[in-house]
């Protein structure tokens, strides 16, 4: 029943279903963030594989890989920060979240990858649909012009490269394996 002067903008029936698949790609981000060796991708692929078999519209699957990926983007740093925290002798080469654990500083690594992932979802939203219409508009000059892109991409990376030696693949000579006399 919808009271006089009031309209309904959306139909209570697709909403629940919006709702459902959010949820639902919830539940696969959440898996896939904490899971080692999981992906939003690896679920991503198989909501495409069965979108035609999901009754309703298709773009139900899209907010479930939506959903999904945000969650995603949350979660993954936890795992990462529980099992992949090298000993304090490698420290030097760890990533700053790991090195914020070895120094007993584990809630601050997580506090601040939250606050970065909620950033970039902020930051993200408004630039959604702008970007969304350039790559649309520019995706058939891209794709006439790939090999020269692809090209330009690749020169690019090897102009800054901080070294010649690394800028054309050299590996420095490693020193001879000692050899033990018996």
């Known amino acids: 029943?919808?009271?006089?002067?009031?309209?309904?903008?959306?139909?209570?029936?697709?909403s629940l279903a919006v709702v459902g698949f959010a949820v639902g790609g919830v539940a696969l981000g959440t898996l896939s963030?904490?899971?080692?060796?999981?992906?939003?991708?690896?679920f991503a692929l198989l909501l495409a594989a069965?979108?035609?078999s999901?009754?309703?519209?298709p773009r139900l699957v899209r907010v479930a890989m939506l959903a999904a990926g945000v969650v995603h983007t949350f979660l993954d740093v936890v795992p990462a920060l529980a099992l992949g925290v090298p000993d304090a002798a490698m420290a030097a080469t760890?990533?700053?979240?790991?090195?914020?654990?070895?120094?007993?500083?584990?809630?601050?690594?997580l506090r601040l990858s939250a606050l970065g992932s909620g950033a970039a979802v902020l930051f993200?939203?408004?630039?959604?649909?702008p970007v969304t219409a350039a790559m649309?508009?520019?995706y058939p000059v891209v794709r006439a012009h790939l090999p020269l892109v692809l090209a330009a991409v690749v020169g690019f990376l090897l102009v800054t490269e901080p070294t010649h030696r690394a800028a054309v693949a050299v590996q420095?000579?490693?020193?001879?394996?000692?050899c033990s006399a018996r």
């Open 94 to 109: 760890a990533l700053p979240g790991h090195r914020l654990v070895v120094a007993g500083r584990g809630r601050e690594a």
């Open 136 to 138: 649309t508009a520019a």
């Open 1 to 14: 029943m919808v009271l006089p002067g009031v309209s309904v903008a959306a139909d209570p029936a697709t």
């Open 54 to 57: 999901v009754p309703g519209p």
């Open 172 to 178: 420095s000579p490693s020193p001879p394996a000692p």
């Open 50 to 52: 069965v979108a035609s």
């Open 124 to 129: 993200a939203i408004p630039l959604a649909l």
């Open 33 to 42: 963030g904490l899971v080692p060796g999981l992906h939003a991708n690896n």
